[in-house]
């Protein structure tokens, strides 16, 4: 079955700095990915739709400067939290879609600012 | 912003007993999928229902959908310890593809 593939699983970042999160599709190649952010006991909330060679779409709320994503191939996206403070401190999921039966999720990456 | 709530929020059974959990939504899909997610790790894909389907099984899942009444249902027969997880709705909607509007999750807990 189709593996998208989330690192880090974990970070801690001093406040101020930047960290970025990579997933990457494994055996298939995902034109499209779907990052999401899960605070504790919430649901998931769609961040950004990222685009392999073009711009990511972001949601309404969401600040594109300060959540760059880069989707530079068809197995690779990238998003990166700039300048991270306290409040960014949350779980962030990538999903792809495969074969158009559901979404494959990463496994997330737990970020947790200092 | 959420699609819609899932009740109940939180459910305890003993192994062997059936779990239902329930999903609404308020727009028009294209299709409604559920997922399990343990405790601070990713989502796991367990079974996609068309708008044009209303019932559909996988293992010991079971899920309905109604459009009419915007709602689909969740039943898991012969619960295990290992079910033990929250349990979200998802759906797609109609000119919306690929962006899932979840529900709040229905946390289910199953006591050996």
């Known amino acids: 079955g189709a593996v998208v593939s989330q690192h880090p699983s974990w970070v801690i970042c001093k406040s101020g700095t930047s960290v970025k999160i990579e997933c990457r599709s494994l055996d298939f190649q995902a034109t499209t990915m779907f990052w999401y952010r899960q605070f504790p006991k919430q649901s998931l909330m769609l961040m950004a739709t990222?685009?392999?060679?073009?711009?990511?779409?972001?949601e309404q709320g969401v600040e594109k400067d300060k959540f760059l994503i880069n989707h530079a191939s068809l197995t690779l996206s990238t998003l990166t939290v700039t300048s991270a403070h306290p409040e960014d401190s949350s779980f962030y999921i990538c999903?792809?879609?495969?074969?158009?039966?559901?979404?494959?999720f990463g496994s997330g990456t737990r970020l947790t600012v200092v | 912003s959420q699609q819609g709530e899932e009740d109940p929020q939180a459910l305890s059974i003993q192994e062997g007993e059936n779990a239902t959990m329930n999903c609404s939504y308020k727009t028009s899909i294209n299709n409604l999928q559920w997922y399990r997610q343990n405790s601070g790790r990713g989502l796991v894909h367990l079974i996609l229902?068309?708008?044009?389907?209303r019932e559909k099984h996988s293992g010991r899942l079971r899920v309905t959908l109604d459009t009419s009444k915007k709602s689909s249902s969740l039943l898991i027969t012969a619960s295990r310890a290992a079910d033990t997880a929250s349990y979200f709705c998802?759906?797609?909607?109609?000119?919306?593809?690929?962006?899932?509007?979840f529900g709040a999750g229905t946390q289910v807990v199953v006591t050996p």
């Open positions: 998802a759906t797609e909607g109609t000119d919306s593809w690929g962006k899932l509007q």
């Open positions: 229902i068309r708008s044009n389907e």
């Open positions: 990222s685009n392999e060679g073009s711009k990511a779409t972001y």
């Open positions: 999903s792809a879609s495969y074969r158009g039966e559901g979404y494959t």
